[in-house]
């Protein structure tokens, strides 16, 4: 056989083709829990990249009106993810007659984003809200619908620098002398402004301005305050 006769040729190698669908809008949330009442607050800043989208986009989201939902991440993940728990909230009020707890809310979130574990929504998702006997509770979720209530959580792109500053006004970590301090209405709503004016300092996916729904037992108050713009 002579190989002179055949043409020359390459052969290819292995050519891998990535798939990867999620994409990260930014966004940053802070929910916290006192007595008789609960504290949630998100940035205002949707973007991708050094690209913002939009200044003014509400992260907040009213399941009813004792209980909030807040989530960063990829947009349309957030969005989808919210119209099918609306849609499952309102197929069990047609049922039960009622609005679900805050507490059922939680476990119903969880279940949702546990179904869809092997195709994950690419959130960072917080609820807060009032339980049957009006004491203020925070959920927070993992992708995959793993759940952990606590008095006080942050998440989303500036999770890591808000989540210290919390854990020092909020949880007393390492903190001497602090007696039994209880946490007031007033002091939640200034920390969750002033975490977020520290994280837009360093986040650049965090800003314009933040969001804040007061829960209590009269309802859900909103307040609104701008961040830097750059």
Not at 45 to 54: A, F, K, T, V
Request: hydrophobic fraction near 35%; aromatic fraction near 10%; proline fraction near 2%.
């Amino acid at each position: 056989m002579n190989f002179e006769e055949f043409p020359d040729y390459k052969v290819q190698g292995m050519v891998k083709h990535d798939f990867y669908p999620y994409e990260s809008n930014g966004g940053s949330v802070v929910a916290i829990a006192g007595d008789d009442f609960a504290v949630i607050g998100a940035d205002t800043r949707l973007s991708s990249g050094y690209s913002i989208h939009s200044r003014n986009q509400s992260k907040l989201f009213k399941l009813t009106n004792s209980c909030v939902l807040s989530a960063g991440g990829c947009w349309c993940d957030v969005q989808a993810m919210t119209s099918l728990i609306t849609a499952k909230m309102q197929m069990y009020k047609h049922q039960h007659q009622r609005t679900m707890s805050t507490n059922a809310i939680a476990q119903m979130i969880s279940i949702t984003m546990y179904n869809k574990r092997f195709f994950p929504y690419y959130t960072s998702t917080v609820v807060a809200g009032l339980d049957v006997n009006g004491r203020g509770r925070v959920f927070s979720y993992d992708p995959v619908g793993n759940c952990e209530e606590s008095d006080y959580k942050a998440g989303g792109s500036a999770g890591a620098l808000l989540i210290p500053v919390l854990d020092n006004q909020v949880g007393l970590k390492n903190m001497q002398n602090t007696g039994n301090e209880k946490m007031t209405l007033e002091k939640a709503i200034a920390l969750t402004r002033d975490t977020f004016i520290s994280a837009a300092e360093r986040d650049i996916y965090t800003g314009d301005g933040i969001i804040i729904n007061v829960i209590t037992q009269q309802g859900i108050r909103e307040e609104r305050m701008a961040l830097r713009k750059d």
